[in-house]
């Protein structure tokens, strides 16, 4: 039982360029959500799924798009990176149930030049 | 806005010792509280959910406490071990939505 996968685990992009962070989780959770950390800050919501083919934004969606068409994965695409988006990318997903924790990936550190 | 602020924002403390780490939240509607781990380079591992009627509950050496009319919540470490360095955050739910705080910087010295 993997739990939450992230891919890859550091990354360096140049401005401007595009690339997808990977998420897949193998627990059938319904709930996911793509969140970023900064320094200092707690971690805010970036956009989050309530299950296959539902998405919507969350705290800080500009710049990012999502999309779940499996249960499993949840991708996040940057669409032109920018320094700002210089952070620590975490997947989690959790059961149904609020009161079910969330189950955190290991994170993506990205770094935008 | 709904927000969770933590303090101290980071705590050195000699390993056995104990320590406590705050946490005031303005958050509506209150589903539940929830503690944390966060090991360096890890993601957040949960150590223990309060709901509204829950005042205290343990998980090992951490004791969580819940005041749900002052809107403050407490995490007590008990004899603290070097595995316990770490950031603490403190997340509260209203409803489906999370609110992070900006966690707790824990380091344990031998």
């Known amino acids: 039982n993997a739990g939450v996968t992230q891919t890859p685990k550091f990354q360096v992009l140049k401005t401007g360029q595009s690339m997808t962070l990977q998420c897949a989780q193998d627990m059938n959770h319904e709930y996911m959500s793509w969140y970023r950390q900064d320094p200092g800050m707690g971690l805010r919501l970036i956009h989050y799924?309530?299950?296959?083919?539902?998405?919507d934004q969350g705290e800080v969606p500009n710049g990012y798009n999502v999309s779940r068409s499996t249960t499993e994965d949840f991708p996040l695409r940057l669409l032109s990176a920018a320094p700002s988006q210089t952070s620590v990318y975490f997947c989690?997903?959790?059961?149904?149930?609020?009161?079910?924790?969330?189950?955190f990936g290991s994170g993506t550190r990205l770094t935008v030049v | 806005k709904n927000q969770v602020e933590q303090s101290p924002q980071s705590l050195i403390i000699l390993e056995g010792k104990n320590c406590t780490l705050q946490?005031?939240?303005?958050?509506?509607?209150?589903?539940?509280l929830r503690w944390y781990k966060q090991d360096t380079g890890r993601g957040p591992v949960s150590l223990t959910i309060?709901?509204?009627?829950?005042n205290t509950k343990s998980n090992g050496r951490y004791t969580a406490t819940l005041d749900a009319d002052t809107k403050q919540s407490s995490l007590h470490i008990t004899a603290s071990q070097l595995s316990d360095s770490a950031s603490y955050i403190c997340v509260v739910n209203a409803g489906n939505m999370l609110t992070f705080g900006g966690g707790t910087r824990l380091m344990v010295k031998p």
């Open positions: 946490c005031n939240y303005t958050v509506s509607p209150f589903s539940n």
């Open positions: 309060m709901t509204f009627s829950e």
């Open positions: 799924s309530v299950g296959a083919g539902i998405t």
């Open positions: 989690a997903s959790r059961a149904g149930w609020p009161e079910y924790g969330y189950t």
